[in-house]
């Protein structure tokens, strides 16, 4: 079955500095990634979608310069928080599709602590 | 043990009893819904899937039943185990995807 992993697992920084998180789909070509962050108890909120080569689509609400979003090659995507806050902790899960929307297939996510 | 909908977003049963997660889904033009489990600090993995074509689809000890009268959709999982404990989101696709609040299943032994 389809792989998609996610890195880091788990990462603490500290108030603004940035941090970098990957997703990369290990078995297949992702045309399309997608990031979400779920907040504790609550449901995957997606945040923007991502094809390869071009720049991604945010959602409503979601700053493009705050979290910026980089989809180089057909295996990899990169979240960056940029000047990171506290209010940014959150669970962040990536999904890669291979073209069929309906096809997506998650990352571990990472748990992002900024203090 | 039931749920209903996201105004109950708990639901507990006893290890060897059937459950019911249902899931209310808002658009009337979505074509293909998704049961994803999802465990603690994990990301969802994919349970089962149904088209709007049909209303009943089985899997390994689940089932997925849909009502698109009442934009209904439920995952019944059959002789609840322990490590049946998860979140249970529904998700809907019409033109991109969307996701359920997620009930959360406690399974007793």
């Known amino acids: 079955g389809a792989v998609v992993s996610q890195h880091p697992s788990r990462v603490i920084c500290k108030s603004g500095t940035s941090v970098k998180i990957e997703c990369r789909s290990l078995?297949?070509?992702?045309?399309?990634m997608f990031w979400y962050r779920q907040f504790p108890k609550k449901s995957l909120m997606l945040m923007a979608t991502?094809?390869?080569?071009?720049?991604?689509?945010?959602e409503q609400g979601v700053e493009k310069d705050k979290f910026l979003i980089n989809h180089a090659s057909l295996t990899l995507s990169t979240l960056t928080v940029t000047s990171a806050h506290p209010e940014d902790s959150s669970f962040y899960i990536c999904?890669?599709?291979?073209?069929?929307?309906?096809?997506?297939?998650f990352g571990p996510g990472t748990r992002l602590t900024v203090t | 043990g039931e749920s209903v909908g996201l105004h109950l977003p708990t639901l507990s049963v006893q290890e060897g009893d059937n459950s019911i997660i249902n899931c209310a889904y808002s658009?009337?033009?979505?074509?293909?819904f998704i049961w994803y489990k999802q465990e603690s600090g994990k990301g969802p993995q994919f349970i089962i899937d149904?088209?709007?074509?049909?209303d009943k689809r089985q899997g390994q000890r689940v089932t997925v039943l849909l009502n698109r009268t009442v934009k209904h959709l439920s995952l019944q999982i059959a002789a609840t185990q322990p490590g049946d404990s998860a979140v249970y989101f529904c998700?809907?696709?019409?033109?991109?995807?969307?996701f359920g609040a997620g009930t959360r299943l406690t399974v007793k032994p």
């Open positions: 999904s890669a599709s291979g073209g069929r929307l309906y096809e997506q297939y």
């Open positions: 078995d297949f070509q992702a045309t399309t």
């Open positions: 991502s094809n390869e080569g071009s720049k991604a689509t945010y």
């Open positions: 658009n009337s033009a979505s074509d293909y």
């Open positions: 149904i088209r709007s074509n049909m």
């Open positions: 998700a809907e696709l019409a033109n991109d995807m969307r």
